[in-house]
């Protein structure tokens, strides 16, 4: 009971903002054991030479969890209590600014040291006291800021550090952060962990999911796939309250042999009572928390992900490679020196524009508008005002005062992308609706009308709208892009400028665009239910077969 008061009290205490702001937030005990386990860090293998650090201990669930391990390997080598105890000591590092985290990280090693064996003890009073005595080593300190210069001596670094983004907090004062520019903190400890752990040695890191593919974690992914065998990769949902995804590394500090595979999942944590439930992270029983991607396990080569342009962990492109969607992308990541592209990126033929700076639940938003005189507009507020090829109907209103981009942002044609969601999603506004920032806002290039054929604009626009809508660039985008942010995906704007739109025939392309003006005029009506949705669904799976076929065929071309 006391060690489970310790390990809820104090992050139960702190208020929820408290808790983000200073990224405090315990990693489960269940998820301690997995990590262990998987850095070979159990208890039939000889741990007594084995020296372990959390740089960011906090409340102590890593520390207790080697403690755990380490005393049962010192029983199963016969090693009397002093040797086990003094093995404790010598073995187990931990660091936390936070002088109670440090408390109650001592707190669980001691009770740990008094509770595992003290049945074996002949005296448990005497016992109990030698263990208070025992110095440990756990320290109030910056483990950032320590002066580990270059050394290269621990065996197993573990770490659930604070997720502190770079834009938010002064990470300047770091010395490795004035080396590199601007990165957030959890990237400052992985640096740490490739510049102090011995060679074979371990490491297992539990983070924030932007590090799988966001650029400014380049150089750490780089390092990390070029200086270690990475042997699991987890990508879990639902471990922390907190806004974020975490990303379990399991890695050896090796170089990786050429055809390594890593072991990635793909998993939503359970929110369990019962502390002897374990998730099993081995088998993929768990279902995701959207029920349209199932649970996931699989490898994924090493030096595929090595040879990512930014060395993305790009894990899904493990089952993805001999796909269309796996040529497409390796064919656009090679360099192509002909003028005569299959493709042109999509931000070669529209200005991508952003809306509004307003959050959908600005005072500047009225459900109607007012009768006063004044000049009102409807709003678009965001992806519940979008559906595909259907017509877009505001449900608030803005005055004209009110709106600060230019007004002809708003008063022409324009497409319209859904920006904060993992699912490529598109319409035509037709009515000069005013649009947040929520939503990206396409313009055709006049001067790039004619650049892929010789047909009109309307027919353009009607070509984007069914490949933006379509199956195949959804799938591209979230196998590329949007899986590898679990909470809130957004589709960034260089993703979108920068999607292939195959160059095709007049004739093609008119077939594509009648079938998605069409598609729009279906579902922009008010039919019967049952009508709507087979007619809709026969012209969507029409359309789908027919864009499938485009971009196959453009890729055979080459």
Request: hydrophobic residues 40%; contains cysteine; neutral net charge.
């Amino acid at each position: 009971m006391l060690q489970k008061d310790i390990l809820n009290w104090y992050e139960a205490s702190l208020p929820v903002q408290e808790r983000k702001i200073r990224g405090h937030f315990s990693t489960p005990p269940q998820l301690v054991e997995r990590i262990l386990d998987a850095c070979g860090y159990t208890p039939d293998n000889d741990l007594a030479r084995i020296r372990v650090l959390d740089p960011a201990c906090g409340s102590g669930n890593f520390l207790a969890g080697v403690a755990r391990h380490l005393l049962a390997s010192g029983r199963n080598a016969n090693l009397s209590l002093k040797e086990q105890i003094a093995s404790v000591q010598r073995n187990i590092w931990g660091f936390d600014p936070d002088p109670i985290a440090c408390f109650l990280a001592e707190m669980q090693l001691r009770a740990i040291l008094t509770e595992e064996n003290s049945e074996n003890y002949p005296s448990p009073c005497e016992h109990h006291e030698y263990t208070k005595a025992v110095p440990l080593h756990i320290h109030q300190a910056d483990g950032l800021a320590f002066p580990w210069e270059q050394q290269e001596n621990v065996d197993l670094f573990l770490a659930n550090p604070p997720y502190l983004a770079a834009k938010n907090n002064d990470l300047s004062g770091y010395q490795v952060a004035r080396q590199r520019g601007q990165a957030d903190s959890y990237l400052l400890f992985l640096s740490l962990a490739l510049q102090v752990v011995r060679p074979g040695g371990w490491i297992g890191l539990v983070i924030p999911d932007p590090v799988l593919a966001r650029a400014n974690a380049t150089l750490e992914r780089q390092r990390l796939l070029a200086e270690t065998t990475v042997h699991h990769l987890w990508h879990l949902s639902g471990v922390f309250s907190a806004y974020v995804g975490a990303v379990v590394i399991i890695a050896q500090k090796c170089p990786p042999r050429p055809v390594h595979s890593i072991a990635w999942q793909r998993n939503a944590w359970p929110r369990l009572n019962d502390d002897a439930a374990k998730p099993d992270l081995h088998v993929p029983h768990i279902q995701e928390v959207n029920s349209a991607i199932p649970s996931m396990v699989s490898g994924v080569s090493q030096p595929l992900l090595r040879n990512q342009p930014g060395a993305e962990l790009r894990y899904l492109l493990s089952g993805a490679q001999n796909s269309l969607v796996g040529r497409l992308h390796a064919y656009r990541s090679q360099t192509h020196d002909s003028q005569e592209r299959l493709f042109v990126p999509l931000g070669e033929l529209v200005d991508i524009r952003r809306g509004e700076e307003l959050g959908k639940d600005s005072k500047l938003l009225f459900k109607a508008r007012l009768d006063d005189g004044r000049e009102w507009y409807p709003v678009l507020r965001g992806g519940s005002d979008i559906r595909p090829y259907a017509t877009p109907v505001g449900d608030c209103w803005i005055v004209r005062d009110k709106i600060v981009k230019p007004m002809e942002r708003y008063c022409v044609p324009k497409l319209l992308v859904v920006k904060s969601t993992g699912r490529l999603q598109a319409a035509l506004d037709l009515r000069a609706h005013v649009v947040l920032q929520t939503l990206y806002l396409l313009y055709l290039r006049n001067s790039a009308v004619n650049h892929i054929t010789n047909s009109s604009q309307n027919d353009e626009v009607y070509f984007l709208l069914a490949l933006l809508n379509s199956r195949f660039l959804q799938e591209y985008v979230y196998v590329l892009y949007t899986a590898y942010k679990w909470v809130q995906p957004q589709i960034e704007q260089h993703v979108l400028a920068h999607l292939p739109i195959p160059t095709v025939e007049a004739v093609e392309k008119e077939q594509i665009s009648q079938c998605a003006r069409a598609l729009m005029h279906v579902c922009s009506e008010r039919m019967p239910v049952v009508e709507l949705s087979e007619q809709y669904k026969q012209m969507y799976e029409e359309l789908e077969r027919v864009i499938r076929a485009l971009f196959e065929k453009v890729l055979n071309s080459r």
